[in-house]
């Protein structure tokens, strides 16, 4: 596993507890992440990825909800959600990140700590909200003639 694969981990368990405990102190959250990570640049890494997506949540909620055809995001396992939403928020705010890296980051987090059928599902969303993000805007004007 590289380091920053390790810092998306520990950015995935922050908000999975997120999901069941948003009154977490900001310090005990920091401890957490300088216990498991130790070097500073994983810290910020990881903290700025779970920073981001609660930044960024209600857009990335709708994005996803858009892209998981016939999946209500309050209907999917806590695991796949958070990954989910993790990859989403590197995808659409995070374009330094390649977009295929991304995509196989969420994929092995879904293996390793969800369902058997986890990475499929995560990997079919990530694709179809990868697809909506590349595809260029709608020209609404009328065309001459």
Known sequence: MTRRSRAR???????FQHDWNQQIDRAVLERFV??????E??????????????AHQPDIDRRLSEAAE??????MAAVDRNVLRLGAYELL???????NVVL???????????????????????????????QPA????????
Do not use: K
């Open 9 to 15: 981990e520990v950015a995935l368990q922050l908000l």
């Open 34 to 39: 300088h216990d498991r990570l130790g070097e």
């Open 41 to 54: 640049t994983l810290v910020q890494f990881s903290l700025a990825l779970y920073d981001g997506v609660l």
């Open 70 to 75: 016939n999946w209500r995001l309050t209907r």
């Open 93 to 99: 705010y995070m374009p330094q990140t390649p977009p």
């Open 104 to 134: 196989d980051e969420a994929i092995t987090l879904a293996r390793r700590f969800g369902s058997a059928d986890s990475s499929a599902f995560v990997n079919g969303v990530l694709d179809r909200l990868r697809q909506a993000n590349a």
């Open 138 to 145: 709608t020209d609404a004007r009328c065309s001459p003639g």
